[in-house]
């Protein structure tokens, strides 16, 4: 089966721009996940969707950060207006059951330079 | 909320020494105990997970232990080989999954 895909691998933005990270599950995933690891820190939670509905999204920084899944399927984050701490790596994860007692699927992440 | 606190942060070994990576929780109510393998551009991809009920678990020359009076579990990785160069991460979960800070382990041949 083919894995988490997460587009783009790389992006360099400036301080004010906007960036839009996608990502697709596993077909046949409910759960999607996004987090973000900043250097040397803990791979920390943003937000969760179960098919298209947001079941937890108390790790999102602030507004700026806007998270949609349209259909249950693909999911986007949109960082509007970016910031210099929003730099770091954006993982996106899914899992069949709740990723709270199940197997997380990574992506290969999305590496976030504002400057 | 779950905290979870992993050491050490980076760990040097010898090509078919141990290797050792220590993780601490605070939610007693913590169930599901996975560790994940990052490979450099890659993302974390599980290696070895354990559930509460369980104190041991291994899997060839990756074992994982818990202990829940104390809060805590380990990764133990026997025979390192230069591929076990990795970072590699600890998470705890109660119904949300919370991840260590991550240990970068170089095996040097």
């Known amino acids: 089966e083919a894995g988490v895909t997460q587009f783009p691998s790389h992006s360099v933005i400036e301080k004010g721009q906007t960036v839009t990270l996608r990502c697709d599950p596993i077909?046949?995933?409910?759960?999607l996940y996004w987090y973000r690891r900043v250097m040397g820190k803990e791979i920390k939670f943003l937000l969760h969707?179960?098919?298209?509905?947001?079941?937890?999204e108390s790790g999102m920084p602030n507004n700026r950060f806007l998270a949609e899944r349209t259909g249950g399927t693909y999911s986007t984050l949109k960082v509007q207006p970016a910031e210099l701490e929003d730099s770091g790596v954006y993982f996106c994860?899914?899992?069949?059951?709740?990723?709270?007692?199940?197997?997380?699927?990574f992506g290969n992440g999305t590496r976030l330079t504002v400057t | 909320g779950e905290n979870v606190e992993q050491h050490p942060s980076t760990l040097s070994v010898q090509e078919g020494d141990s290797a050792v990576i220590k993780c601490t929780y605070s939610?007693?109510?913590?169930?599901?105990f996975p560790w994940y393998k990052q490979e450099l551009g890659k993302g974390p991809q599980l290696i070895i997970d354990?559930?509460?009920?369980?104190g041991e678990k291994k899997d060839q020359r990756i074992a994982v232990t818990l202990n829940k009076t104390a809060k805590h579990f380990s990764l133990h990785i026997t025979e390192t080989q230069p591929e076990d160069s990795a970072v590699y991460f600890c998470?705890?979960?109660?119904?949300?999954?919370?991840f260590g800070a991550g240990t970068r382990l170089t095996v040097k041949p």
């Open positions: 998470a705890a979960s109660q119904g949300d999954m919370r």
């Open positions: 077909s046949g995933h409910d759960n």
């Open positions: 994860a899914s899992s069949v059951g709740d990723g709270g007692n199940s197997p997380l699927h």
């Open positions: 939610d007693s109510a913590s169930n599901y």
């Open positions: 969707f179960v098919k298209e509905s947001k079941q937890d």
């Open positions: 354990i559930r509460s009920n369980v």
